[in-house]
C-alpha cells in the first residue's frame, strides 16, 4: 500500500491507497492491447482527476499514490501480439468455450470473473491454457473432480461473448409463503474452484473466514433446506474506506483478505422476533458505490424476499481479523417470517461477536 505524507496541520490523514491486482513477483505483466490501452485510459483519468484535485492537499497526494501504482504496471506492461499465437491451442488472449460458456484470459488488470474475464494467472486460466478444440480433462473441485470439454477456441472476439453481461445465473425460487428468494449461483464449478484454491492459498491462516460455511442444512424432521451463503466473488471490486465511511478507493475481493488489512465496509442484520431474540444473522459486503444502506436493502429482497421494511442502525466499529479489516454497520430487523436459514457453528457466529 502507498501513503502519501501528511503536512503539518493537517487534521485528516491521506487515505490509504487500495493496491493493484495481485500479479506474482517475477511474473510478467502480459496484457492484452484492449488492456494496455485501459492502463492508458485510467491514467488520462487520474490525471484529470489531479487537476480537478488542485489546492486539495489530502486528495492531490492521494491521486499521485495511486498514479505510482499505475504507472509502474503500465511501464512492466508485456502486450502480447495474438498475431503470433497457434490459433488451435488455448494461450493469453484466447476466447475459449467450454461447457457452453464462453471467456477469454487475459491480463491480471483486466480479469473481471463477472463478464467472464480470467486472468491468466487464475487456476481455471492455467487449466485452460494449452489445450485444443475437443480436449476433455477434468478439473480439482472442492467435491472432488469437473469434468471439461473445450468446445471452441478463437482470437477475434466471438459473437457468444458478452462482457456487457453479468456472467452468474440468478436462480429464482418460491417458498412456501409465496415469497420469492433469489440467489447468485456460480454458472460452472470451474469458478468455485478458482475461489477455493485462490482463497486458501491467499488467506489460509483467518482464524475466521466468511466465505467458508455450508450451503445447505437439515430441519428437525431430516429435509434438506438452504442455508444463507455470503457471496464469494474474489474478482469483484469491493469500496475502501476510511474510519468514517467515506469512500477512498477500490481493491479486489481477493486483495482484502489476504492481510493487507484495508479497511472495507460490511453490514451486519440481526433479525429480531417479538420477544427480543434474535433469530437470523446475515452479513453482506457493501457493494462498491452503494452506501450501506442500499446494499442492505437490495440484499432483503435479493436474497431474503423481502421489501418494505426499514431495519434500524444499531452501532458501526472496525472488526478486524488476521486477513482483514470491515468498517461493520450493524442493522436490526424486527420480524416474525421464517426467513432462510443461517449457518451453525462457532466460526460463523464469531463473524457476529461484537455486534
Given at each position: 500500500?502507498?501513503?502519501g505524507?501528511?503536512?503539518?496541520?493537517?487534521q485528516e490523514?491521506?487515505?490509504?491507497?487500495?493496491?493493484r491486482a495481485?500479479?506474482?513477483?517475477?511474473m510478467p505483466?502480459?496484457?492484452?492491447?484492449e488492456?494496455?490501452?485501459?492502463l492508458?485510459?485510467e491514467?488520462?483519468?487520474l490525471?484529470?482527476?489531479?487537476?480537478?484535485a488542485?489546492?486539495?492537499?489530502i486528495?492531490?497526494?492521494?491521486?499521485?499514490?495511486?498514479?505510482?501504482?499505475?504507472i509502474?504496471r503500465i511501464?512492466?506492461a508485456v502486450?502480447?501480439?495474438?498475431?503470433k499465437a497457434?490459433?488451435?491451442?488455448?494461450?493469453f488472449?484466447?476466447?475459449?468455450?467450454?461447457n457452453?460458456r464462453t471467456?477469454?484470459?487475459?491480463?491480471v488488470?483486466?480479469?473481471?470473473f463477472s463478464k467472464?474475464l480470467?486472468?491468466?494467472?487464475?487456476?481455471?486460466?492455467?487449466?485452460?491454457?494449452?489445450?485444443?478444440?475437443?480436449?476433455?480433462?477434468?478439473?480439482?473441485?472442492p467435491?472432488?473432480?469437473?469434468?471439461?470439454?473445450?468446445?471452441?477456441?478463437?482470437?477475434?472476439?466471438p459473437?457468444?461473448?458478452?462482457?456487457?453481461?453479468?456472467?452468474r445465473?440468478?436462480?429464482v425460487?418460491?417458498?412456501?409463503?409465496?415469497?420469492?428468494?433469489?440467489?447468485?449461483?456460480?454458472?460452472s464449478p470451474?469458478?468455485?474452484a478458482?475461489?477455493?484454491e485462490?482463497?486458501?492459498?491467499?488467506?489460509k491462516?483467518?482464524?475466521?473466514?466468511h466465505?467458508?460455511?455450508?450451503?445447505?442444512?437439515?430441519n428437525?424432521?431430516?429435509?434438506?433446506?438452504?442455508?444463507?451463503?455470503?457471496?464469494?466473488d474474489i474478482?469483484?471490486?469491493?469500496p475502501?474506506?476510511?474510519?468514517?465511511?467515506?469512500?477512498?478507493?477500490r481493491a479486489?475481493?481477493m486483495?482484502?483478505?489476504k492481510g493487507?488489512?484495508?479497511?472495507?465496509?460490511?453490514?451486519?442484520l440481526?433479525?429480531?422476533?417479538?420477544k427480543g431474540?434474535?433469530?437470523?444473522?446475515?452479513?453482506?459486503?457493501?457493494a462498491?458505490?452503494?452506501t450501506?444502506e442500499?446494499t442492505?436493502k437490495?440484499?432483503?429482497s435479493e436474497?431474503l424476499?423481502i421489501?418494505?421494511?426499514?431495519?434500524?442502525?444499531k452501532k458501526?466499529y472496525?472488526?478486524?481479523?488476521k486477513?482483514?479489516k470491515?468498517?461493520v454497520?450493524v442493522?436490526?430487523l424486527n420480524?416474525?417470517?421464517?426467513l432462510?436459514?443461517?449457518?451453525?457453528?462457532?466460526?460463523y457466529?464469531?463473524?457476529?461477536?461484537?455486534?
Amino acid at each position: 500500500m502507498s501513503r502519501g505524507f501528511i503536512k503539518e496541520g493537517d487534521q485528516e490523514e491521506i487515505p490509504m491507497v487500495p493496491p493493484r491486482a495481485h500479479l506474482p513477483k517475477g511474473m510478467p505483466n502480459y496484457v492484452t492491447h484492449e488492456g494496455l490501452e485501459a492502463l492508458n485510459k485510467e491514467r488520462e483519468d487520474l490525471e484529470n482527476e489531479r487537476v480537478a484535485a488542485s489546492g486539495n492537499y489530502i486528495m492531490s497526494n492521494f491521486i499521485d499514490a495511486k498514479m505510482k501504482l499505475l504507472i509502474d504496471r503500465i511501464n512492466t506492461a508485456v502486450e502480447v501480439d495474438l498475431t503470433k499465437a497457434n490459433k488451435e491451442t488455448v494461450s493469453f488472449g484466447a476466447y475459449v468455450k467450454y461447457n457452453g460458456r464462453t471467456v477469454r484470459i487475459v491480463g491480471v488488470d483486466e480479469a473481471d470473473f463477472s463478464k467472464g474475464l480470467l486472468s491468466f494467472i487464475s487456476p481455471v486460466a492455467k487449466a485452460l491454457v494449452g489445450k485444443k478444440v475437443g480436449d476433455k480433462f477434468e478439473i480439482k473441485i472442492p467435491k472432488g473432480t469437473e469434468a471439461i470439454e473445450i468446445q471452441g477456441i478463437w482470437y477475434d472476439c466471438p459473437s457468444s461473448f458478452r462482457p456487457d453481461l453479468d456472467h452468474r445465473e440468478r436462480v429464482v425460487e418460491k417458498s412456501p409463503s409465496k415469497r420469492t428468494t433469489a440467489k447468485i449461483q456460480e454458472i460452472s464449478p470451474l469458478r468455485l474452484a478458482a475461489s477455493v484454491e485462490m482463497t486458501t492459498t491467499e488467506t489460509k491462516n483467518d482464524a475466521v473466514n466468511h466465505d467458508e460455511v455450508p450451503r445447505c442444512a437439515r430441519n428437525d424432521n431430516g429435509t434438506v433446506v438452504d442455508i444463507f451463503v455470503p457471496e464469494n466473488d474474489i474478482m469483484a471490486f469491493l469500496p475502501v474506506v476510511n474510519e468514517r465511511g467515506i469512500i477512498v478507493g477500490r481493491a479486489l475481493h481477493m486483495e482484502l483478505h489476504k492481510g493487507n488489512k484495508i479497511l472495507h465496509p460490511v453490514v451486519h442484520l440481526h433479525v429480531i422476533n417479538n420477544k427480543g431474540v434474535a433469530t437470523r444473522k446475515y452479513w453482506w459486503h457493501v457493494a462498491f458505490g452503494d452506501t450501506p444502506e442500499k446494499t442492505l436493502k437490495r440484499k432483503l429482497s435479493e436474497t431474503l424476499g423481502i421489501s418494505d421494511v426499514k431495519p434500524k442502525l444499531k452501532k458501526q466499529y472496525i472488526r478486524e481479523t488476521k486477513t482483514e479489516k470491515e468498517l461493520v454497520y450493524v442493522y436490526i430487523l424486527n420480524s416474525e417470517e421464517n426467513l432462510l436459514k443461517t449457518p451453525e457453528g462457532k466460526e460463523y457466529f464469531d463473524i457476529f461477536a461484537k455486534d
